[in-house]
């Protein structure tokens, strides 16, 4: 459960918060991912900053390429990195496939094998989150990098979403449903969309989380927003013409979902240490909040005269 802070505004608290992970990319031994990149070790920078925000979140997810290669090695390190910050913060551990992963090793390594390990059939799911329902989708295709959604699995979300959830739904997949302006990634993208969007048209959709491209980008799909979490092994140096971007290690963020009664919003984290300000602490908040709407205004809004 979010833990709830005092509101001065005129929303209410979010009803629920997720984090949102992407494109770990973990290799068995930690070898260093294209040579040059610590997986491990930029993922353990990230949870720190996770656990280092105070918040409870409902749910964390991990929108794919989990590993780099589908070794089930590197699925146990993720969960040994993983799993004890999940503990301590109190929070689910939502997993979905990427390109770069391998349906049989994530079933036998993440899931435990309570999936016959061999069965390369989509690995999907649903889950309530006190009224939010968060469904994983696997945009993978085994042996290529590219994304899809077979009819079988399309028919399997619309029997899901035939009922609305007291909530919501979310969608959790790995290929976001959006265009990108980096030429490489048109090759790559999730194929036919349109079935996805004739699917989710009418539905309690209200958002799609995605990763794949590392970099942080959001629009709509159908009229649903999405939102594209970073990655945390490296990033996309967009600084670059479209032409020639390339990974860089920087940039590392991942993304906090708040979930009001009326919109979702996804803001974004970056994972970097940085010299950071002192100007509010949790007692300037009690203080605010001894105030009333008017003394907060004339204390915090009204400009010094001149």
């Known amino acids: 459960m979010s833990v709830i802070s005092p509101r001065f505004g005129q929303y209410p608290p979010a009803q629920r918060v997720l984090v949102h992970v992407s494109d770990t990319h973990f290799l068995a031994g930690n070898k260093p991912l294209g040579g040059r990149y ?29 590993t780099d290669l589908g070794e089930p090695e ?5 969960r040994e990195v993983v799993e004890p910050v999940a503990e301590r913060l109190g929070a689910p551990v939502i997993w979905v496939a990427g390109n770069h992963d391998e349906r049989g090793p994530l079933r036998a390594e993440i899931f435990d094998a309570l999936l016959t390990p061999e ?16 469904v994983t989708l696997d945009t993978s295709v085994p042996g290529w990098h590219h994304g899809d959604l077979d009819e079988e699995q399309l028919e399997w979300l619309r029997g899901v979403l035939s009922t609305p959830a007291p909530l919501g739904t979310l969608l959790a997949m790995h290929h976001p449903p959006l265009p990108s302006h980096i030429p490489f990634f048109d090759i790559l993208e999730l194929r036919d969309q349109g079935r996805l969007a004739e699917v989710i ?12 491209l590392h970099y942080s980008t959001s629009g709509t799909f159908a009229g649903v927003p999405v939102s594209v979490a970073s990655a945390t092994c490296y990033t996309m140096n967009l600084a670059r013409p479209a032409m020639t971007v390339g990974g860089m290690d920087a940039a590392q963020s991942f993304q906090l979902v708040h979930v009001y009664d009326d919109t979702i919003t996804h803001a974004v984290v970056p994972v970097v240490e940085s010299e950071t300000a002192e100007t509010f602490s949790e ?10 709407p008017e003394e907060r205004l004339n204390l915090f809004s009204r400009k010094p005269a001149r």
């Open 119 to 134: 069965d390369t059939s989509p690995i999907t799911d649903v889950w309530d989150l006190n009224g939010l329902r968060l």
């Open 38 to 66: 610590d997986a491990a070790d930029n993922l353990r920078r990230t949870l720190r900053a996770i656990e280092s925000l105070q918040v409870a979140p409902d749910a964390i997810v991990f929108t794919g390429d989990l």
């Open 283 to 292: 007692e300037w908040v009690e203080r605010m909040a001894a105030r009333t």
């Open 201 to 212: 048209a009418g539905s309690d959709v209200r958002g799609i989380l995605a990763g794949h």
């Open 74 to 78: 590197a699925y146990r390190a993720l």
